[in-house]
């Protein structure tokens, strides 16, 4: 699996250079997301922007991985989604689970607001 890492003040943001997220790729994608939780910033962005399928497996391990994010005080933001694929978690009843935002920017905005948050609980 092929990604690109780009590592911010707050956050990472992970591109994925891959156009399909088949479901043989899910443990790696898992491993990799969860890696970031023993660096700093254990933030992380995962910008989707190449990607023009995606398995159902592979959405359902990325909800998890985001749950653990947030158990863990950190966040996690898919960004740049393309609309076949907001389409396809839509119907599968996973987007609205998700923290998805149209911008790598905006993710990062919700990053910083969720940082906050934390220092205010």
């Not at 933001?77 to 839509?90: A, K, Q, T």
Request: with cysteine; aromatic share 6%.
């Amino acid at each position: 699996m092929k990604v690109k890492i780009d590592t911010k003040e707050k956050f990472h943001v992970i591109t994925i250079e891959e156009t399909i997220l088949s479901a043989n790729m899910t443990g790696a994608l898992t491993q990799t997301f969860l890696s970031f939780l023993d660096n700093e910033p254990k933030n992380l962005v995962i910008n989707f922007e190449m990607v023009e399928k995606i398995d159902i497996t592979v959405a359902d391990a990325l909800l998890t991985v985001q749950q653990r994010f947030y158990d863990s005080d950190c966040s996690l933001v898919v960004c740049n989604l393309r609309p076949e694929i907001e389409s396809y978690l839509d119907e599968k009843e996973l987007l609205g689970l998700m923290n998805v935002t149209p911008t790598e920017s905006e993710a990062g905005d919700i990053v910083h607001l969720e940082e906050i948050e934390r220092e205010f609980t």
